[in-house]
């Protein structure tokens, strides 16, 4: 044990310290880690401009101060709860001591996933549609799949857009921008080169720890593309 870490009782009682501070040790050992956290002024500027922080019980402030501080029971809990209502938009980037909240964020998702933790399982089990839509076509979210039922994290403007869709439809101008099946066409070869990255960077492992079910029908989705191209993973 480092100086900082606390054996102050927390939420997770039946989890074993050890197991805590193994994920710990793995977020830590992340090569961005030592880019993303200087350590906390505790100034709130994050908090202030973080869109999450308006709609939840949530904190980038709290985030980083858990890490600076080494309090590996509360990045447990952290870990398991709070990171799921960060919406990695970037905004508390502007943090006067250089450290980013967001990407810490991102990697202690990262680690939960990784390890399959229930709470990671749980917070994704709703994406499943959206990751086989961009990892199938190499393209992201139409304005036309915009509903409040499955985006209820997207915050409150999300019901009032999907109730207004035929308005922001018109107030987008490009006509290709408008439908999952017009939009942001990708060329195959751009796809099997993004197939090769997810699969190299360990995504489709970490997809498999999640939603074994959506990882199976993913690898053979690109095992016949990579096929095509006479390539195999
Ligand atoms: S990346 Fe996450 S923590 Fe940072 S401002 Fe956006 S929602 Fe908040
Ligand atoms: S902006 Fe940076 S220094 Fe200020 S509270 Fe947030 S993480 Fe800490």
């Known amino acids: 044990m480092g100086p900082g870490m606390t054996l102050a009782p927390h939420s997770y009682p039946e989890v074993p310290l050890a197991e805590k501070l ?4 793995e ?5 961005r880690f030592k880019d993303y ?26 985030i980083t101060q858990a890490l600076a501080r080494e309090d590996v029971e509360l990045v ?4 398991n709860d709070d990171i799921w209502n960060c919406s990695q938009c970037f905004s508390c980037l502007r943090c006067p ?51 409040f039922d499955a985006f209820p994290d997207w915050g ?8 207004n869709l035929q308005l922001w439809r018109r107030a987008l101008p490009p006509e290709t921008m408008h439908t999952t099946s017009m939009s942001w066409r990708v060329a195959d070869r751009t796809l ?9 960077a360990g995504v489709m492992g970490m997809i498999e720890e999640v939603d074994p079910g959506l990882a199976m029908i993913l690898a053979d989705l690109m095992a016949e593309k990579l096929e095509e191209y006479g390539l195999s993973v």
């Open 37 to 62: 956290l200087y350590g906390c002024y505790e100034c709130g500027i994050c908090v202030a401009a973080c869109p999450s922080a308006r709609f939840y019980d949530f904190s980038p402030r709290k």
């Open 97 to 147: 001591r250089g450290n980013n909240p967001g990407g810490l964020i991102t990697i202690m998702r990262e680690v939960a996933i990784r390890n399959g933790l229930r709470s990671a399982k749980e917070a994704l089990q709703g994406y499943s549609r959206v990751i086989y839509k961009v990892m199938s076509t190499g393209t992201q979210v139409s304005p036309d799949m915009l509903q």
């Open 192 to 200: 099997v080169e993004l197939y090769l990255i997810w699969h190299s």
């Open 156 to 163: 409150p403007s999300v019901r009032e857009e999907s109730e």
């Open 76 to 79: 447990y809990e952290q870990i």
């Open 27 to 31: 977020v830590k050992a992340d090569p």
């Open 22 to 25: 193994r994920l710990f040790n």
